[in-house]
């Protein structure tokens, strides 16, 4: 019945058209303001889950990370491994990596946590952490009495500052004791310290991979993880099945798969907190367009009774309230759509500072969309409601209410 | 074309009932162009509103072309409102949101015209009831007239076969009057519309081929020519 649809518009733009402008302005700032604020809070959650994606990728897991088997220790034969990894279409490189407990010790205090040996020249193939250098340098390859620690273990002159324990700021080219777990105890030279401001990253402490053989007294062919950068082109998890297929026994989760165990939980809450934030805009929503069309309706009680009076059929009648409500959702929605365009414009240019980093709001097409979904479905049922009710009244009585 | 029988209408206004129409039968055959007289409060506007679908009886019951009106479900007598039966309320009915051409227009557009073949035919009403001017304007910019003479347009404007005017020509003068009856008795004559008009002036009398006499919200005279059936 487009014959209906035909003069409920008619009706609906001469409503519009004659009612009061600046009540219909302020009406679709109001809905402007509702899905700025609807999109703003999911923009910062997925930036800071983008931001915590990246940071995992750049200093902890890499593209892919192989892991000892199930009940093992370590990764054995970890040279072969190697060479049969580099050889899988798709990896850019791999690096190995041996972790083991340890207790450094300098200007009195002592920190205890993992110090991880690896080979320079395949590991800044494959994260980032030399390009975070605080102070000082990254290894080259080979070096020897020599350590690089995270910003946390190095800590603050002012340890009050600190968030963990730490060295009491120690700086590049001081000393430092360090008791490995094995019982080896071992004094270096700070060379650098680095700042990921990834918390799990940067209270750690590395040395080379002929560190840690001298430490153990001999060749070491064994490691507690190998990670793997793949070719920008291609998909970490196809890469992950050519691994697979190339015959890799152990372990191997692509940096999304090693990322959820930990952080879906986060992600979880965020989930729920964004909920409830888009149910508080979805109910603004509603009393807006509800109050809106209610007094709208109650206004022209006796034009409806006209209306009907004259044969206008009541269908007609409240589509053509919905399609105001419709105009005032989709002028909204394009106001909100302008603020939020200004806001990631300014974001871009002014960052929100975390302490773990820098955070761009970003506005997802898929959420816009469904924001904006959800807030004409919500409109329409609130300006529906009022409608509906109000051009149920005997014809007499609301003409006489003038 | 209507029959209406045993037709009453009580008002309850707290503990007092008023019975604005106390047993009322009727039966207009098509083509009559029948007027309705009485006295201020006897009952002719409640009448015109249940013949024209904008009330229900207390008892009684009214067929409209063998419909018993009655029994329609409330879209059914809007639908039947729009296509059989053109009415101007006493106090014009008008749509303040739209202009004196939109509100004639409006009905044509519901009823299926397209804008502009329902434009032209608004305009040559507009124009037949002496208003060729002045309809881009919101009925709040007109005068009583004017206004009435809008509502008396859109009431035309379709056709109906039954034609239900409420003092249409209470705020018109004499000439403006003169001019609407000679309308209300061409389209009587040439399209056979049937006619059911209030009115308490004498000069009216001539126009009608009957006349209705109401008091106390009963029937007290009923005098004039019938015409056949047809
Ligand atoms: N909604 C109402 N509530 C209560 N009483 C009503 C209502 N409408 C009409 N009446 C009463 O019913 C009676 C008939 O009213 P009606 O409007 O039909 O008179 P009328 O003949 O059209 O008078 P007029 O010539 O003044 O227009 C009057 O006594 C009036 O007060
Ligand atoms: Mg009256």
């Known amino acids: ?402 | 074309m209507i029959r209406v029988e045993g037709l009453r209408k009580t008002y309850r206004m707290g503990n007092v009932e008023v019975r604005a129409l106390d047993g009322v039968t009727l039966e207009v055959t098509r083509g009559e162009f029948v007027g309705i007289t009485g006295p201020s409060g006897s009952g002719k506007s409640t009448l015109l509103q249940l013949v024209g679908l904008l009330d229900e009886p207390t008892a009684g019951s009214i067929s409209i072309q063998g419909t018993d009106v009655l029994r329609l479900s409330d879209d059914e007598r809007t639908l039947f409102r729009l296509n059989r039966i053109g009415y101007i309320f006493q106090d014009y009915a008008l749509v303040p949101d739209l202009t004196a051409l939109e509100n004639v227009v409006l009905p044509t557009l519901a009823r299926g015209a397209t804008e502009r073949d329902g434009t032209d035919r608004a305009r040559e009403l507009l124009r037949l009831v002496g208003l060729g001017e002045r309809t881009d304007h919101l009925p709040a910019e007109l005068s009583g007239g004017e206004q009435q003479r809008i509502a008396i347009a859109r009431a035309l404007v379709n056709e109906p076969a039954l034609l239900l005017a409420d003092e249409p020509c209470a705020n018109l003068d004499t000439r403006a009057s003169t001019r609407v009856l000679d309308l209300f008795a061409s389209i009587n004559r040439e399209l056979g519309q049937t006619v059911l008009m209030v009115s308490h002036e004498e000069s009216h009398r001539r126009y009608f081929g009957r006349i209705v006499r109401l008091q106390d919200g009963v029937i007290v005279d009923d005098t004039g020519t019938k015409p056949s059936p047809g």
């Open chain 1, 1 to 402: 019945m487009l014959e209906r649809e035909r003069v409920a518009v008619y009706l609906a733009s001469r409503s519009l058209a004659r009612g009061s402008r600046t009540g219909l302005l302020l009406n679709v700032a109001i809905i402007s303001l509702v899905f700025t604020n609807m999109i703003l809070l999911p923009s910062i959650i997925s930036g800071s889950v983008e931001l915590f994606n990246e940071q995992t990728i750049d200093y902890q897991t890499s593209d892919i990370q192989v892991r000892p088997s199930e009940g093992e220790q370590y990764i054995g034969r970890v040279g072969t491994l190697l060479e049969t990894i580099n050889r899988v279409p798709g990896v850019r490189r791999a690096s190995a990596r041996h972790a083991i407990g340890a207790t450094l010790l300098a200007r009195n205090r002592s920190v205890s946590v993992p110090i991880t040996a690896l080979n320079p020249r395949d590991e800044v193939e494959v994260t980032r952490i030399h390009e975070r250098m605080k102070d000082g340098e990254f290894f080259s390859g080979g070096e020897r009495g020599e350590i690089l620690v995270g910003q946390y273990v190095a800590g603050n002159e002012d340890t009050r500052r600190d968030l963990f324990a730490s060295l009491g700021g120690v700086r590049v080219g001081e000393r430092c004791t360090v008791a490995f777990a094995n019982g080896v105890t071992r004094e270096y030279v700070i060379k650098g310290i680095y700042e990921t401001r990834s918390y799990l990253a940067d209270y750690t402490a590395l040395v080379t991979w002929e560190e840690l053989e001298s430490v153990i007294g001999g060749p070491v062919d064994q490691a507690t993880e190998v990670l793997v950068r793949t070719d920008r082109a291609h998909d970490p998890a196809v890469v992950k099945r050519g691994l697979l297929e190339a015959g890799v026994q152990e372990e191997v989760k692509t940096w999304r798969e090693a990322i959820t165990s930990t952080v879906e939980d986060s992600i979880e809450t965020f989930g729920i907190i964004n909920g409830i934030s888009m149910l508080v805009s979805l109910v603004i929503a509603v009393v807006v367009i509800f109050i809106v069309i209610t007094i709208k309706a109650m206004n022209q009680r006796r034009q409806i009774a006209i209306l009907k009076a004259i044969g206008i059929h009541r269908g007609v009648i409240i589509r053509s309230y919905l399609l105001q409500v419709l105009v005032i959702c989709t002028l909204g929605t394009i106001g909100g759509l302008v603020a939020v365009g200004a806001l990631e414009v300014w974001f871009s240019a002014h960052p929100l500072v975390f302490p773990d980093g820098e955070l761009v709001p970003r506005f997802e097409p898929a959420a816009l969309v469904e924001n904006a979904a959800w807030l004409f479905l919500v409109s329409l049922v609130a300006g529906y409601i009022p409608a509906w009710r109000i051009t149920r009244e005997k014809i007499l009585s609301a003409m006489r209410a003038g």
